[in-house]
């Protein structure tokens, strides 16, 4: 699905000093990469902070902690989208809200959020899904109107752009209150272990977060909160550093690659190709390129490009309200039509920056000779 081992041929010297360089100084954790890298990040996501953390998955949940959501709080987020986002609102033992994400992008829907919303919610989670911009336009909108928390995961959509309807311009998790990253290696920023951010524009919460993701400190020895472990370490910022100036060719790469799948499968009544809504750069940055299969073929389509030696995946196959660990009675099927048919219909191909016309003719080829026997 992916090949880090391409890439890293690209950035190898930069990568290998870095590297040394932490273990010439021995200041794993907290060191000048770290603190370099976190400014550099500010600067090209033009954002007043990054806190750097341990994943993805902790930054979602620093992120509800700083905001100060409590116990019986409810937080809306997609049926559609991997674990973490639910896992962490459920490990604050606050009250997840899934709801329906639209047909064409994946992603959260809007007029699913609105009939979610009770006196009893306090923030919406949009997922920025397979490397596009939910609605903010009409997130930011309804968070205004019911004086609601955005709390972007852009876990998938790392250099992506929304253009709002008046034109204005901003990078995927610099939109809502605050936001979290994950550099999870196949993610399109990733290093080579785990690493993680959140990012906010406001000055008070990105103190209250420093000190969460520290032990709750703000001074030494001194816990003010409740805090939690949570660091990025001195190899994996000097990995990131090297990568962050290559991101936007990387995303350009996925992007032309993603051209090249979609222009192929033109004309093919069983296959959708991912939506773009925003053309132009960075639109759309890909971390996956998602069909759906409409002929009730695709499970054994998995099995096609299996045997092909071609690597695929399922994301995602079970919708999270039927997860065992986050169902629950207050869910009503008719309100998920349309997650209950796209775990159905969705197959991610390989996506990255290395691909090349020749795989893509390959793997096109073996899927529409495929769907149409
Ligand atoms: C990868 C991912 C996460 C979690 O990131 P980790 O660094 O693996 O903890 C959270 N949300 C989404 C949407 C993701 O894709």
Redesign the pocket.
Known sequence: MVDLKGQYEGIKEQVNTSIAEVLDSSAFINGPHVHSFQKELEDYLGVKHVIPCA??????QICMMGLGLEPGDEVITADF??A??VEVIALLNLTPVLVDVEPDTFNIDPKAIEKAITPKTKAIVP?H?FGQCANMDAIMELAEKHNLFVIE?N??AIGATHTFQNGKKQKAGTIGHVA?T???PS?NLGCYG???AIFTNDDDLAHTIRGIVNHGMYTRYHHDVVGVNSRLDSIQAGVLRAKLPNLDSYNKKRREAAKKYSKAFEGQPNIVVPKILQEGPEGHVF?QYTLCILNEKRDNLVQHLNDNGVPCGVYYPIPLHLQKAYTDERYDEADFPVTNQLIKEVISLPMHTELDDEQIEFITNLIIDFINN
Not at 55 to 60: K, M
């Open positions: 994943n993805g998955t902790d930054a979602l989208t991997f973490a986002t997922v899904l995961d876990a998938q979290s994950s550099f999870f993610k785990d690493g993680g971390h």
